[in-house]
């Protein structure tokens, strides 16, 4: 798989004998945002595609009418020991926790929103799963991971771990597919300030044409915002490549027009976030605005794209 979250519920619900692919996940946990973040914490601007860390985890759990048990201290002693007593009656568990520290993470950036799986652990080692980018089934040293379980700072959390259980049988999936889409749909259409959704979308239309004043080092800046849009556990288009498969999986369950209208829409807009992409590297190899710009322009036209898409989305309900 290729989203931290994801990849850690995969393996949560394999354990329970659910199998559903990773847009299969991501959809059913209304899991496509948008956000626009620019604040001293984060230096340079950030574009985030999903919703915030843990929230998809809490949508698909309550989608599935899954017990989702939640452990969080600030105790690190108390913290493995929840964690390890769970694992000793060989239940997986989810972690969430900062990715700088972890053994085997090739990327040294600080990022308290990843959540991983760990399935052991020996004396020395804890055994994880991770996205396919980062290995897949990897290891880490138990002192490397009460780093980055204890980590603070942005989108860090206490300790947090978790795990599910399916008490009930899974609800039809025409139940459940409808309910998602439409609480994504509702979601990006009504956000409560102008950096989410098709509005925050919009603004970063305006906002990245700047982006050359915005730091004193555009070779290392604008590539890596356009490497977190592809290639940093998104599933490529800044996370629409999963949403546009998610949603054609939708339409072989219901075939509703409303489905096929956002399907084909979001196979629209998954190409021209590429694009985005591309044109912010490019621009930062460069030192040249025009990137920008033209990139500003596609996602003008990516706010209206997602707009009508949600907005037929939306309606999969009446």
Request: with cysteine.
């Amino acid at each position: 798989m290729q989203h931290c979250e994801t990849t850690a519920l995969g393996v949560l619900l394999e354990h329970l004998g659910i199998d559903l692919s990773e847009p299969m996940l991501f959809g059913l946990g209304s899991g496509l945002s948008f956000i626009y973040w620019d604040s001293k914490a984060v230096g340079f601007p950030f574009l985030g595609g999903r919703v915030k860390p843990f929230e998809l985890t809490r949508n698909l759990a309550a989608v599935l009418d899954l017990d989702l048990a939640v452990e969080e201290t600030t105790s690190p002693r108390k913290a493995w020991s929840q964690v390890a007593a769970r694992l000793d009656t060989d239940c997986p568990v989810g972690l969430q926790l900062d990715s700088y520290y972890l053994d085997y993470f090739r990327s040294k950036v600080h990022f308290g929103g990843h959540v991983v799986a760990i399935r052991g652990y020996d004396d020395q080692t804890a055994y994880l799963v991770d996205t396919e980018q980062q290995g897949g089934a990897v290891s880490t040293s138990l002192r490397s991971l009460a780093d980055a379980r204890a980590a603070s700072g942005p989108m860090t959390a206490r300790h947090r771990s978790f795990t599910l259980a399916a008490p009930r049988a899974l609800p039809a999936p025409r139940a459940r597919i409808v309910r998602a889409v439409t609480a994504c749909a509702e979601a990006f259409l009504d956000p409560p300030i102008a950096n989410l959704g098709h509005r925050g979308i919009e603004k970063a239309g305006r906002l990245v044409r700047t982006w050359l004043q915005r730091t004193d080092n555009p070779q290392r800046d604008l590539p890596q915002a356009a490497l977190l849009m592809e290639q940093a556990g998104t599933g490529g288009a800044l996370f629409r490549n999963l949403y546009r498969d998610f949603l054609g999986e939708c339409v072989d369950v219901l075939n509703r027009q409303h489905l096929r209208t956002g399907h084909a829409l979001y196979t629209e807009a998954a190409i021209l976030w590429t694009e985005v992409a591309t044109l912010i590297n490019e621009a930062g190899e460069s030192g040249d605005a025009k990137y920008l710009h033209q990139s500003g322009d596609i996602l003008a036209e990516l706010s209206r794209l997602e707009r009508e898409a949600m907005q037929a989305l939306s309606r999969l309900e009446g």
